[in-house]
């Protein structure tokens, strides 16, 4: 039996916005004023949800949602009893996009809504969260004293200050009987935990190269720029505003260079690990208005079934989806950006979404730890630049705290079986050894679960895991890099405090040895290098032979990958140059490089991370010596 995984992907995107202070009323709830909205918007209106469906526009590809609402109350505008507006963002067939300029909204939720016709007909929020005053019932029925104090003064100002009538029943829609989208539960906006970005079930999303020692690329395209910006100056910003996120968590960052992306930012889900960030809105992706720039990331998604572990690890407690890729578009033509320090306290904003973090609020607020961070929603404008604040440091140390979470590495098995018995007593037949890393601790507990028993049995001692097969069969040997396998278990590591991105243990193959005594070779390769599937000792084709003179046996040139019948063909480091070492493989393998400056002493430690190649012809990784005379390297494959 072979089963599927599917790997579900979602997109974040988020705005900032820059807006005059004074027009800021946190008393009404507004986050600008009446006035203000009532000039910018044609139709205004108190309405109740009664139907959420997203669906992707098959011109562009881009995810939308079509949200339907019950006028409950016109303030200005002539609306049908049930209007439709179109919001981007949703989730479609496994992939997801959210944006800031789109807020969330569910069944049942009662709002106002200032709304705004756009270019292609369709009705949409005016500014994003600026545009909605979400309302809230008592136990008695009616809204909060405040609340209704506000809505009060939409009535007042709809009799006192008659406005033209702008007419959207064109825009008419009936409910129908699927599409609905339920309220999730906890925070009914559904934006944010603990100050952290989420998907709809709550869990947030963090980059995991930090974990690794590794980190973060980031590349710019800077083909227009504001008004009388130099590259030089825009670059520096950029660079400090990865600092400034730098300083405050465990995330690290690498300039890869200035290119020219030829499309938005936003719409690249290359799944590198690459955060892209586009210096301009060449493309039109952000909407007109005060807005001044978006960032968001990619990032898989989904607990791992009964475990509820995170593809992104667990810090102090939390479940992480893993981010696989992040950007920022700047709306370059805004001449707020013309200011460097707001140039760069935008960027730092749109990098802190990037890294996961939500809006320390979406309205206006007397908390000044809210107010003062870089999160806020909108932009200070006050030339602090990169400076970050308490609050917006302790939210990205939720998810990248110095003391990172340890990390490990996917397994492969190829089984063989026998019909005269075991073979896991062989050692390194049938078993792998899981190995974690931590960059602070090597004090890791292992633990596995989810083991299927499609095929055999998983058995975990200490951390070696053996695969028992009940019976004697074959099987194709499946691709490791694909999403099939036929039996798998999931492991993952902890310092006691954090935990490691789950990982895999899959089973390939199931290779037949008709051996009396199987040796664990199956009886295909042997056929293959030695033209017969018994071991013979006269071309010394048994399992402790070494046919080729290169030391190696021929169970151990299996296990390596390796021709038995070619001395060449053997686990050697294969290239020396400057910095660099290659060596042959067998692909989808872990190895270590470990280094010394005295071989005679014994003392090899580990040099940088575990590589897994992906093919057969060989592996290579950089290595850099330190100011010691010599310095030597050795390969060692991982069980």
Same mark, same amino acid.
């Given at each position: ?13 988020f705005?900032i =916005?820059?807006?005059?202070? #004074?027009?800021?009323?946190? &008393? ?7 006035t203000?909205?009532?000039? %910018? ?25 079509r949200? $339907? !609402?019950r ?26 996009m959210?944006d ?17 016709? %756009?270019?292609d007909?369709?009705? &949409? ?6 545009? =909605? ?11 909060a ?14 009799a006192?200050?008659?406005? &033209? ?9 009936? =409910? ?7 309220a999730? #539960? ?6 944010s935990?603990?100050? $952290? /970005? ?16 590794e ?7 800077a ?13 520096s ?5 990865f ?5 405050? #968590? ?12 030829? %499309? ?12 892209r ?6 493309y ?7 807005i001044?720039?978006?960032g ?7 607990? /791992?079934?009964?475990?509820? !572990? ?18 920022v ?10 200011t ?7 960027l ?13 609020s979406n ?15 909108l ?5 602090r ?28 098995m ?13 050692p ?5 050894? /899981? ?21 055999g ?15 004697f069969?074959?099987t ?11 039996d798998?278990?999931?492991a ?32 295909? !390769? ?16 048994r ?5 080729d ?12 990958? %390796?021709?038995?019948?070619?001395a060449?063909?053997a686990?050697?480091?294969?290239? =020396?140059?400057?910095?660099? $070492? ?21 003392? !090899? ?12 012809t ?22």
């Amino acid at each position: 039996m072979v089963f599927n995984m599917r790997r579900m992907q979602y997109l974040f995107i988020f705005a900032i =916005v820059l807006l005059v202070r #004074s027009e800021v009323r946190g &008393s009404s709830g507004l986050p600008v004023s009446l006035t203000g909205h009532w000039q %910018q918007v044609g139709t205004i209106f108190r309405g109740t949800v009664v139907e959420v469906q997203a669906f992707r526009n098959p011109t562009n590809g881009m995810i939308y949602t079509r949200t $339907l !609402w019950r006028v409950d109350e016109t303030y200005k505008g002539k609306q049908p009893p049930v209007v439709r507006l179109v919001q981007r963002g949703g989730e479609v067939g496994g992939l997801g996009m959210s944006d800031d300029l789109s807020p969330r909204f569910y069944i049942g939720e009662e709002c106002v809504l200032f709304v705004a016709r %756009q270019t292609d007909g369709t009705l &949409s929020v005016q500014d994003g969260h600026a545009g =909605v005053v979400r309302l809230h019932r008592q136990a008695t029925g009616g809204f909060a004293p405040e609340q209704a104090a506000l809505l009060n003064k939409m009535r007042l100002a709809t009799a006192a200050v008659p406005a &033209s009538i702008e007419d959207v029943t064109d825009q008419a829609a009936t =409910v129908t009987a699927d599409g609905f989208t339920a309220a999730p #539960s906890g925070d009914s906006n559904g934006t944010s935990t603990n100050g $952290l /970005l989420t998907d709809n079930s709550g869990v947030p999303a963090r980059w995991s190269q930090p974990d690794r020692g590794e980190p973060i690329p980031y590349l710019v395209d800077a083909t227009y720029l504001p008004a009388g910006m130099t590259l030089t100056n825009a670059l520096s910003a950029v660079s400090n505003a990865f600092a400034a996120w730098s300083t405050a #968590s465990s995330a690290r960052f690498i300039f890869a260079g200035t290119t020219n992306l030829g %499309q938005t930012a936003a719409a690249i889900n290359a799944n590198d690990g690459v955060i892209r960030v586009q210096l301009h809105d060449a493309y039109n992706f952000i909407p007109a208005g005060s807005i001044l720039g978006e960032g968001g990331s990619y990032y898989t998604i989904g607990l /791992l079934t009964n475990a509820n !572990w995170g593809t992104g690890g667990n810090v102090a407690g939390m479940e992480f989806n893993q981010s696989q890729g992040g950007f920022v578009v700047l709306k370059q033509t805004n001449s707020s950006l013309q200011t460097l320090t707001t140039f760069t306290e935008v960027l730092t904003h749109e990098i802190g979404h990037v890294l996961g973090l939500a809006h320390s609020s979406n309205v206006a607020t007397n908390d000044p730890t809210l107010t003062n961070s870089v999160m806020f929603y909108l932009a200070h404008a006050d030339g602090r630049g990169a400076r970050l604040n308490s609050y917006d440091t302790n939210v990205v140390r939720e998810a990248h705290p110095f003391n990172t979470p340890p990390y490990t590495y996917p397994r492969f098995m190829d089984i063989t079986t026998s019909p005269y018995g075991a073979v896991t007593n062989i050692p390194g037949i049938n078993q792998i050894q /899981l190995r974690g890393y931590d960059l602070q601790s090597t004090n890791l507990v292992m633990t596995m679960t989810n083991a299927t028993t499609g095929t055999g049995k998983f058995v975990v001692s200490n951390n070696i895991v053996s695969f028992v097969v009940p019976i004697f069969y074959g099987t194709p040997r499946l691709d490791p890099a694909g999403n099939s396998f036929y039996d798998i278990a999931y492991a993952r590591f902890s310092d006691g405090t954090n935990a490691s991105p789950y990982t895999s243990i899959k089973v390939l193959s199931h290779n037949p040895d008709y051996d009396a005594v199987s040796d664990g070779i199956p009886d295909a !390769w042997m056929t293959n290098y030695f033209g017969h599937a018994a071991p013979q000792a006269g071309d010394k084709s048994r399992a402790g032979d070494d046919a080729d003179g290169d030391k190696l046996t021929n169970l151990q040139e299996y296990m390596a990958g %390796q021709n038995p019948k070619l001395a060449s063909s053997a686990q050697r480091i294969s290239l =020396v140059q400057t910095n660099t $070492l290659q060596w042959q493989t067998k692909a989808y393998e872990l190895y270590e490089i470990q280094s010394t400056t005295n071989p005679a002493s014994g003392n !090899w430690s580990r040099y940088g991370n575990p590589v897994i190649p992906l093919s057969a012809t060989g592996a290579m990784a950089n290595v850099y010596a330190p100011s010691a005379p010599r310095q030597f390297f050795r390969v060692v494959k991982v069980p």
